[in-house]
């Protein structure tokens, strides 16, 4: 039986809850098709700083290094600064494992309502890839004199290979998913010099790629398009900062970003992936068990996706929408429900099972 | 009679065509209430660049620096590469004459509609705070490196002094206006340095002002709610590039960025401040007489409040919102109509004058 080793890090506030809501539905999945999810839980967090001073052990890095894929829910709670949580965990997965592709659906699901006028199913549909390992999230700069002159440098680095794999990954996806369009994200009129170096970039990996149409806009006439015509988009890509706006604006569009999926992915799977959803902790919720689950159980389609397992993927991702419109399931507060975290997941659980 | 001096730079592509539609309102507004608005043109754009390998003269910010106020366009226009433009023209004003505030209303106008459903007028009326002399916009860096090995570093800076005065303006702004309520855009969860400490100033800052609500979120889900929840924000501020880009997505969700105004303010008044639209030049619909002058006159009109005359600042808005929903007044192409520039300013200096 083919078996996966999966290292489940469910992290702070609503990912306690949200990350085994998912679990079930994705090992009822593994179970109706004939395959094994070994989840392996680690208990790192917000409170496990709080305790040792570390986000995660020394060792934290290693112990993941032989899993097939790391399944994530938040990091980041009140008590702990958000540049240290997610610089002692979140980010340093990203980078040790090479997952310099964020992948990013914005697909409005059936069932929930576009908060645009006239967007029904199918107007909003395209992708956010991010570039997930550089760039603007950098840790060199820091603080210069005290006071009232005190100074602070913030340096952005962008390598000639860190771009050009993100957007060759880009052009990749756009062929193989045949929607063959790339827009990207610039900012080439106000930073100096990273943006136009984006774009030379851009314009010499586009040249490899006949077949795919591409333009750029600037990112701040880019998020307003998102709002006026999202329907003009397929395959947008950004830098590390770009990237992660976008494609929280993107889910903004589509109703809730309780919903959006992403996958930080090692193409040369040398390393394991990693597959979490877009929103975070969420601590105004968290302990209640109404968080929505749909963010991490698409996730987690993502994450057998990956694995290869792409039937049982597109299975989960079937279960989910006929849950979302069954008149007899209950929806989170969210979605102007009354349903639970894992009331909501059983029920998903359980149309799959039927499937 | 009270008179002022403008610097006139209608710039790029339809900078050329708005700036004296607006020009032609505004005058207007100044005869029929007794002062006069002399404007000095300066024809400083790209085709100056093209011709001459400079974006404006050598003593071209000293030429500006006598004026009231400038009166600015749009910069920008293929064949010369945007930093060059940019960074030649519209930054070096903006800079030199310490305007470091961007005040950017975000408020639907009668009979344009929001692309968001069931929004109407009221729901969406907050103001953009933009940094707008320091941060993500810098030439600091570079390159280094050849072919595969290249690198390229692009520095941020925030100065104490420079971060202070811009969220103090802000806090300043919502006690006068009787909006008390700020909104942070940050990102301190990625950005190692430089936003940390932008929060740090944030909390500061609001101390002082303990009338005034304020907030923060990462500028991530804070673009996400610009889109499903507008109506909860008052005053939201914001550096250099998040300014940026939440100016021209609150723009989109008024249905249209060619009606959003700005204000570069010098707000010591050491130095003339800079009225301008939003949006760019425009290139596909330049030269055609068709552009939309909304956002140039709506930019007279902060030009006349900060010149001090508000009563007529008024009148310009009144005249433009009554002629937005005249039914026999034609609008521009981009809003549905079969109107053009000149005709829709002639169409709103009618109005004015008959109010
Ligand atoms: C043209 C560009 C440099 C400018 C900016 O980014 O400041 C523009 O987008 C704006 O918002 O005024
Ligand atoms: C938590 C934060 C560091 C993270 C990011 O900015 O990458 C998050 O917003 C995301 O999009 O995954």
């Known amino acids: 039986m083919r078996r996966y080793s999966i290292a489940s890090i469910p992290g702070d506030g609503i990912g306690r809850e949200v990350v ?15 395959f094994v999810l070994e989840f392996r839980h680690f208990d790192w967090s917000c409170q496990t700083y709080l305790k040792t001073g570390k986000m995660m052990p020394d060792d934290g890095l290693d112990r993941l290094r032989d899993h097939d894929a790391v399944f994530l829910g938040a990091v980041g709670f009140p008590g702990v600064p958000d540049h240290i949580s997610l610089w002692g965990l979140l980010l340093p997965i990203r980078r040790e494992f090479e997952q310099y592709v964020n992948l990013r659906p914005v697909r409005l699901l059936p069932g929930i309502a576009s ?37 602070v440098v913030q340096q952005a680095i962008f390598t000639r290979r860190g771009t050009d794999r993100i957007l060759r990954y880009a052009f990749d996806f756009a062929r193989r998913s045949g929607r063959r369009h790339v827009t990207s994200a610039t900012k080439s009129n106000g930073l100096y010099h990273s943006m136009p170096f ?25 998020a307003a398009r998102f709002v006026m015509s999202p329907e003009r988009f397929n395959v947008v890509v950004g830098s590390n900062l770009f990237g992660d706006i976008l494609s929280d604006l993107g889910p903004g569009i589509t109703g809730t970003i309780a919903v959006a999926p992403s996958a930080n992915l090692n193409p040369e799977r040398r390393f394991p992936s990693m597959f979490e959803p877009v929103h975070g902790s969420a601590p105004d919720i968290a302990g209640q068990g109404i968080a929505n689950p749909i963010g991490q159980i698409w996730s987690g389609a993502m994450m057998l996706e990956h694995l290869g397992e792409a039937e049982p993927a597109a299975l989960v991702m079937r279960a989910l929408e006929t849950a979302l419109i069954a008149p007899d399931i209950a929806r989170t507060p969210d979605l102007g429900g009354n349903g639970t975290t894992a009331g909501f997941a059983q029920a998903v659980r359980n149309t799959l099972l039927g499937l």
Not at 20 to 34: D, E, H, M, N, Q
Not at 202 to 218: L, M, W
């Open 198 to 222: 984006w774009d030379e970039r851009f314009a010499a990996i586009g040249a490899e790629y006949p077949d795919v149409a591409a333009d750029q806009y600037h990112v701040d006439i880019l």
């Open 115 to 151: 908060p645009l006028r006239d967007k029904a199913r199918g107007d909003i549909d395209f992708w956010v890839v991010r570039e997930n390992s550089e760039g603007e999230y950098s840790q060199i700069g820091g603080r210069t004199g005290t006071g009232e002159n005190e100074i």
């Open 20 to 34: 085994p809501a998912a679990i079930a539905v994705l090992t009822a999945a593994a179970a109706k098709c004939g």
